[in-house]
């Protein structure tokens, strides 16, 4: 099964492509922008600040913390890693589409009042490829949903709860290294 696209959608100048994901955390460490090694820090803070001003927020670098996630369908085993093939309908040719691999990472306020099963729905800049080569710039329209317990680390709980439970490792870590400077 492959994912297919309308040649008309394609055709657009800056299509907008629907996209429905379910979405886990990979239970690694929380991060700031500011955690993010220095030559990073720029395209993370540009992306994480696209992606919360659709939601009318603001990126404060230093305190909002970031979670690791995996984009998943039965088209894409990881969307941020993998990119996602994609046919045309009416047309023998394909594709892929591919975002920034800083997408691995979203804001945990994006998440906050969800849980398991709820759904969440993020634009996120896209790149599609033709033939080997970058034809046009897209926008990904992802409807997300939370399902920590269908996927890879369904052992450390539910999503809210694992967000939970991660949030406040991160202040305990950070709480132990602003003790150990004093």
Same mark, same amino acid.
């Given at each position: 099964?492959?994912?297919?696209?309308?040649?008309?959608?394609?055709?657009?100048?800056?299509?907008?492509?629907?996209?429905?994901?379910?979405?886990?955390?990979?239970?690694?460490?929380?991060?700031? !922008?500011?955690?993010?090694?220095?030559?990073?820090?720029?395209?993370?803070?540009?992306?994480?600040?696209?992606?919360?001003?659709?939601?009318?927020?603001?990126?404060?670098?230093?305190?909002?913390?970031? !979670?690791?996630?995996?984009?998943?369908?039965?088209?894409?085993?990881?969307?941020?890693?993998?990119?996602?093939?994609?046919? !045309?309908?009416?047309?023998?040719?394909?594709?892929?589409?591919?975002?920034?691999?800083?997408?691995?990472?979203?804001?945990?306020?994006?998440?906050?009042?969800?849980?398991?099963?709820?759904?969440?729905?993020?634009? !996120?800049?896209?790149?599609? $490829?033709?033939?080997?080569?970058?034809?046009?710039?897209?926008?990904?329209?992802?409807?997300?949903?939370?399902?920590?317990?269908? $996927?890879? $680390?369904?052992?450390?709980?539910?999503?809210?709860?694992?967000?939970?439970?991660?949030?406040?490792? $991160?202040?305990?870590?950070?709480?132990?290294?602003?003790?150990?400077?004093?």
């Amino acid at each position: 099964m492959s994912f297919k696209i309308a040649s008309s959608v394609l055709n657009q100048n800056h299509p907008v492509i629907d996209l429905s994901l379910n979405v886990f955390i990979v239970p690694n460490s929380l991060m700031t !922008v500011n955690d993010v090694f220095e030559s990073f820090r720029p395209s993370y803070e540009r992306v994480m600040k696209d992606v919360l001003a659709q939601k009318g927020e603001e990126l404060d670098n230093e305190n909002d913390l970031l !979670v690791q996630l995996w984009y998943t369908n039965g088209d894409t085993e990881n969307l941020s890693d993998h990119g996602l093939n994609f046919d !045309v309908v009416d047309s023998d040719k394909g594709g892929i589409i591919s975002i920034p691999n800083e997408l691995s990472f979203l804001p945990i306020k994006l998440f906050d009042g969800l849980g398991e099963g709820d759904k969440v729905d993020v634009d !996120v800049p896209a790149w599609i $490829y033709q033939e080997g080569q970058h034809k046009k710039n897209a926008t990904l329209r992802l409807h997300l949903t939370l399902d920590q317990k269908d $996927y890879r $680390y369904r052992r450390y709980g539910d999503f809210s709860s694992l967000l939970n439970t991660l949030a406040i490792n $991160y202040e305990f870590e950070h709480q132990k290294k602003e003790a150990a400077a004093i």
